[in-house]
Every structure is written in structure tokens, then in C-alpha cells.
């Protein structure tokens, strides 16, 4: 008695088992079957993303290929604007510098022109010392000075030229004197009579020299010199053998 209680209890406890026929069409009928509203719902649930992953698939791959080629043309134009500004910036650079050459080069040649000039007013100066250390005059205190004074000029860059024996140069030589002789063998500067000067690449003023030319001696005859009036053949002039005639 007991056990058969316990048993049907058992039985009781088991759930019951439920077989579900899903199949769509009546195996008695042949007809479609009418689905229950809440399986249909489940199964279009389990339709609808798949279909949805179909169709956004391809929309997805042309979005990103949009968008890397949306990317890639950015990149390129801020590549082009950098290059250009690179250029921009080494062409202003290129030119500042070139600018500051030039002003650089300005100034100084400005500098240049006025020591040249200053020391241009000093040349008759220099020649009155000359003229007086020739005659003798400088001597003592004044010839320290003198000496002084033109060391000075000649560390700021005045050279002096022109001298005796110097081949003859019509750009710095301004010649007032002629002559020939045969112990040059070209036009030379034989007489000094006024300094040139040099300031750096400039010359600030010609030097005024006499020049002498080559020329050729005469030619030496073979029996020494012959006779006045007499010809090379050793005959009378016509009008001497007319005279003797008579």
C-alpha cells in the first residue's frame, strides 16, 4: 500500500511531456497550417535581423570605403598646403637673406666712400710733406708728426704708386712727358712728378709722369763711316766730274 502511494506521488511530481507538431502543412489535409501568434511573432523576430544583416552589409562597406576616400583626399590637400607653405617660407627666407646681403654690402660701401673721401682731401697735404722732406724742411718734431700721420693713412688702406722704372699704365698713369730712347725696351715711366694714389680697389687720383718709348739705334756701317757727299760705289757726283773738265 505504501509503495503504490509513493509510486503514483512520483508520477504526480514528473511533469508531463508535450510533443508540438511544427510542421506548416497538415499531414492529413495537405493544407498550411495556421500558426499560433506567438510563434509567428518569434520566427519573424528571428527573420528580421538576418535580413537586416543582409541588407547592411553592402550599405556599410560603401560607408566605409566613403569614408577612406573622404580621408585620403584630407590627407593629400593638407599635404599640398604644406608643401606649399614650406616653400612660401623658404622663398621669404631665401629673399631676407639675399636682402640683408645687399644692405650689408650697401653699407659698406658706403663706409668705404667716406674714408675715400676724407682721405682724398688729405692728398695735397701729403704732397706739401713731400715737397718739404725733398727740400729738407721736415725735420725734427714736424717730421714725427709727419711720419706719424701718414702711417695712420696708409694701416686705413692709402697706397701710394707710381715710381721711376715702372712700366707705363694708362689707367693710373696720367703721362705729361715724352721721349725715346733705346735703354727701355717699352713705354716706362722715367720722371715722377706727381704721386698716384690707391684707397682699397679705388684710385684716388692718377700719378702724372714723363714716359719714355724704346727706340731702335742707328745701324753701324761695315767700313765705318764714309765720306760726306761721297756715294756707296765710290764714284764722283755728276757735277764735280763736269767741273773737272773744264
Known amino acids: 500500500m505504501t509503495e ?22 497538415d499531414p492529413e489535409t495537405g493544407e498550411l497550417r ?5 510563434e509567428a511573432v518569434a520566427e519573424e523576430a528571428q527573420e528580421v535581423p538576418a535580413a537586416e544583416a543582409d541588407a547592411s552589409g553592402p550599405a556599410a562597406d560603401t560607408a566605409d570605403e566613403a569614408t577612406g576616400t573622404v580621408v585620403s583626399e584630407a590627407e593629400k590637400e593638407l599635404e599640398k ?13 631665401a629673399e631676407y637673406a639675399n636682402y640683408r646681403r645687399r644692405v650689408e654690402r650697401e653699407r659698406d660701401a658706403m663706409a668705404e666712400s667716406g674714408r675715400a673721401t676724407v682721405v682724398g682731401d688729405l692728398l695735397p ?13 721736415l725735420t725734427g718734431a714736424f717730421k714725427a708728426v709727419a711720419d706719424k700721420l701718414v702711417g695712420v693713412l696708409e694701416k686705413a688702406g692709402l697706397e701710394p704708386f707710381a715710381r721711376e722704372g715702372d712700366e707705363f699704365d694708362p689707367t693710373v698713369h696720367e703721362a705729361v712727358q715724352h721721349d725715346t730712347s733705346p735703354d727701355v725696351d717699352g713705354p716706362t715711366v722715367t720722371t715722377v712728378l706727381r704721386r698716384g694714389y690707391r684707397f682699397g680697389d679705388r684710385v684716388l687720383r692718377a700719378a702724372l709722369v714723363g ?36
Open 125 to 137: 697735404l701729403l704732397d706739401d710733406l713731400e715737397r718739404a722732406e725733398a727740400h729738407g724742411d
Open 211 to 246: 714716359v719714355t718709348d724704346h727706340e731702335p739705334a742707328p745701324a753701324a756701317t761695315a767700313g765705318g763711316e764714309e765720306a760726306a757727299g761721297t756715294p756707296a760705289n765710290g764714284e764722283a757726283p755728276a757735277g764735280d766730274t763736269d767741273e773737272n773738265a773744264r
Open 34 to 38: 495556421a500558426q499560433d501568434g506567438a
Open 4 to 25: 503504490r502511494q509513493s509510486e503514483s506521488a512520483d508520477e504526480r511530481e514528473q511533469e508531463p511531456v508535450v510533443v508540438r507538431d511544427r510542421r506548416k502543412l
Open 81 to 93: 598646403q604644406l608643401q606649399e607653405r614650406t616653400a612660401d617660407l623658404q622663398r621669404v627666407q
